[in-house]
């Protein structure tokens, strides 16, 4: 008998330096995993809006837009609570009591074990 595996949650990163989210969605992709990209917010919020699919989410906190990460993570957390959330940064760095039940903080640059956390999240 064949044991049913559900098929990967699909990641939306949400980063406005460019660079940084080529590179992410190429090392998610290198995963076998669907990712979605966004450069601000807003288009976060479409996308989530339609991918039902996605599970995770991937801000950075600093970027341009009606809502930093931060607000937006909250924002997903409200509004699909099963997603699962990380916030990273290079400068800024949350207190936990800033940010959504259950999100976890890494810092940039990335570490190979942080972006593992990601891949396993969007597995499970």
Known sequence: MTQYMPAPSAVL?????????W??????????LTVY???????AIKLME?????????T????????DGLKLSHYVRGRWPPVKIFVTSGRSLPLQEHMPAGAIFF???FRQD??????DAARS
């Not at 590179?23 to 998610?28: C, H, R």
Request: proline share 6%; no cysteine; aromatic share 4%.
């Open 37 to 43: 990209g966004a450069p601000n917010a807003d288009e």
């Open 13 to 21: 990163v949400v980063e406005d330096d460019l660079l940084v989210l």
């Open 50 to 58: 339609a991918h039902k699919e996605i599970g995770v989410l991937l």
């Open 114 to 119: 942080d972006l593992q956390r990601v891949f």
């Open 23 to 32: 590179y992410l969605i190429e090392q998610i992709e290198d995963q076998g």
């Open 107 to 109: 810092g940039k640059p």
């Open 60 to 67: 950075d906190i600093e970027m341009p837009g009606s809502m």
